[in-house]
């Protein structure tokens, strides 16, 4: 059951990159910059996956690493799509900051659980932002029909579902049981969501 | 045994705040949707109403354009049709003047032209008063009534006495058709009935407009052939377009009796 989930889990991002694959030329800039951030976790999970059944050793490091980038290309990606790109690069700046401190005091080989859980706090703070913009916006726009509503829902469900799990991370860490399984549920979900927002964007084109 | 009780907790922690944490954002996602649902759809529904109401201006003016249009058109028709050839008439009457001599044919074309300018002028001052209708525009219905039975009055032809009583004001079209009936009525009473005296009731009771016009005329032995004719068609036909119905009593000597009746 673990492993059908961390299977699906693995997987699941090669939805939202086949739709990515049929029309990646037509995207705007935003769903390229989502096309990546979708690349990168598949690579990173792959990555992972792979690194540690060869080796056998920690992949934290691949976990850390991959977290920073994406960290990275999520927060330019909420600046693209807001009014208040400011807020974004300032959050994304309290990350970097932490990320810095935690790679100097504790390493790459310890999972930075404080970090991902600030980090999903401020993407929901984001997700909030956007709900927001559109709210006020004088556009009458149905919001089932935007693609980034759907991306958007993909982040706020994937950072709400892992954030406890990031916060006990350092409780967890060496009998994760079925704690595992919110993660892999929250990205499979995560990815379906983004593949609607990319299949909409396609109906939309 | 105490490890795997905290192991426990922590889990049972993690998935009550991960489901409460989900259900938040559940509701945050499905109220700002709804909500945004139901802006949008009091948006369209403000803008269907300004919608309608546009084009319910856009038709009133059109149809106001049209009337005019309509008007115009008939005035150049009967200007034409009728003012025209009368004209023609008295220049083909004016030419054979001179080839004539004798005073009995020159006494004759005299009299014909006479007779054609006096139907001219007939018609000028038909054509004037389609136009005008100048107490019905600017005092309503009652007033030209009133109007038009002084005028006769004052012919001493016919004594005319009118009862209006209406409370209702009514739209345009229902009092110029109204008036042009009537005007008709006392068309052929003055050409055919022979009458002394005229009443004109024009009422109103139940959401219907009553008119009973009558007079003391010699009447007429057989109703459908009158009804056939043509003043009769018009005012049957203006009587349809306001969707009312018109009744009409007579016999020989005992004068004329037309009830109209018109809902409002």
Same mark, same amino acid.
């Given at each position: ?205 | ?145 009133? $109007?038009?039975?002084?005028? #006769? ?9 009118? *009862?209006? &009583? /209406? !409370?209702? =004001? ?56 009158? $009804?056939?004719?043509?003043? #009769? ?9 306001? *969707?009312? &119905? /018109? !009744?009409? =009593? ?15």
């Amino acid at each position: 059951m673990t492993k059908l989930f961390l299977y699906g889990s693995i997987s699941s991002p090669l939805i939202p990159l086949f739709i990515m694959g049929l029309m990646f030329r037509s995207f705007n800039f935003n769903l390229k910059v989502l096309s990546v951030i979708i690349g990168l976790s598949f690579l990173s999970d792959v990555g992972s996956f792979g690194y540690y059944h060869l080796t056998g050793h920690s992949t934290y490091w691949i976990v850390n690493t991959y977290n920073l980038l994406d960290t990275i290309l999520v927060f330019f990606f909420f600046s693209r799509i807001l009014n208040h790109r400011l807020v974004s690069y300032f959050m994304l700046g309290i990350i970097l900051v932490m990320s810095g401190y935690y790679c100097y005091s504790v390493g790459v080989h310890v999972i930075w659980g404080e970090v991902l859980s600030m980090k999903n706090i401020l993407v929901m703070g984001l997700c909030v932002l956007y709900f927001l913009q559109v709210f006020q916006s004088d556009t009458e726009i149905f919001l089932e029909n935007t693609p980034l509503f759907w991306i958007v829902i993909g982040f706020i469900f994937y950072t709400a579902g892992s954030f406890f799990l990031w916060l006990m991370s350092s409780e967890i860490v060496n009998n994760p049981k079925y704690s595992m399984l919110i993660v892999h549920l929250g990205n499979i979900l995560k990815n379906i969501l983004f593949a609607l927002g990319l299949w909409k964007a396609r109906v939309v084109n | 045994m105490e490890s795997q009780s905290s192991q426990l907790n922590v889990e049972m922690v993690l998935i009550l705040g991960t489901s409460g944490m989900l259900f938040l954002v559940t509701s945050i996602v499905l109220f700002i949707y709804l909500y945004q649902r139901k802006l949008i759809k009091k948006k369209l529904e403000y803008q269907e109403i300004e919608d309608l109401l546009k084009k319910q201006e856009l038709k009133s003016a059109y149809a106001m354009l049209a009337g005019k249009d309509k008007a115009y058109r008939e005035v150049a028709e009967e200007l034409h049709d009728n003012l025209g050839s009368m004209l023609v008439t008295l220049n083909m009457l004016s030419d054979t003047i001179p080839q004539k001599t004798d005073p009995a044919s020159l006494n004759l074309i005299a009299k014909k032209i006479s007779e054609v300018a006096t139907k001219a002028t007939e018609a000028t001052r038909q054509i004037s008063h389609s136009l005008h209708s100048e107490a019905l525009m600017h005092f309503g219905l009652a007033s030209a009534i009133h $109007e038009l039975a002084g005028a #006769l009055n004052e012919s001493h032809t016919i004594s005319v006495h009118v *009862e209006v &009583q /209406i !409370t209702t =004001e009514l739209e345009g079209h229902v009092s110029l058709n109204l008036y042009r009936i009537i005007q008709e009525l006392v068309n052929n009473t003055l050409k055919h009935a022979k009458a002394k005296n005229l009443n004109i009731d024009v009422s109103e009771a139940k959401g219907h407009l009553n008119v009973i016009f009558e007079d003391d005329g010699i009447g007429m032995v057989n109703v459908e052939e009158y $009804e056939r004719g043509l003043g #009769l068609k018009n005012i049957k036909s203006r009587v349809a377009k306001l *969707e009312g &119905q /018109i !009744t009409m =009593e007579s016999g020989l000597g005992r004068g004329t009796t037309c009830i109209i009746d018109i809902p409002l």
